[in-house]
């Protein structure tokens, strides 16, 4: 600790160098994964995992804060979500009642379809007929 005199004279306390504490599990670490300037104070991250909710901590646009921007410049992977089918229902071969099942329902679906087509075809040949 400096004395009120060491203050004065512009003294500053040289501390040994201990690594840097994570903002989020307080750890210290000897190094850090990402480093963020947020008002003039410096904040590290230890890891991908304490880094996982930053947006929650720190706000949406944290990114701007961050120094250490050039560690990142490699590509992002992309995330494709795909579109859930809301009434998809998944056969499982290896429940063979259950995927006899739904193969019966699908080949009635697939017949009552053909007769559907069927009848709109002859219905349309009819009016073609009676128009003449």
Known sequence: MLSF???????????PFGGYKC????ETKSKFFIHMNICSEDKYICSY???????????????NNVVNTEDFNH???LVVHEEQIKFR??????????YDFLNSLDEEDERIRQIEE????????DNDSDSE
Do not use: F, H, Q
């Open 49 to 63: 995992l304490c880094s996982k909710e930053m947006n929650i901590t720190y706000g949406k646009e944290y990114w």
């Open 89 to 98: 229902i998944d056969k499982d071969p290896y429940d063979g009642e259950r």
């Open 118 to 125: 069927l009848a709109y075809t002859i219905s349309n040949s």
């Open 23 to 26: 903002d989020k599990c307080s």
């Open 5 to 15: 005199t060491d203050k004065v004279k512009g003294k500053k306390v040289v501390k």
């Open 75 to 77: 590509p992002r992977p």
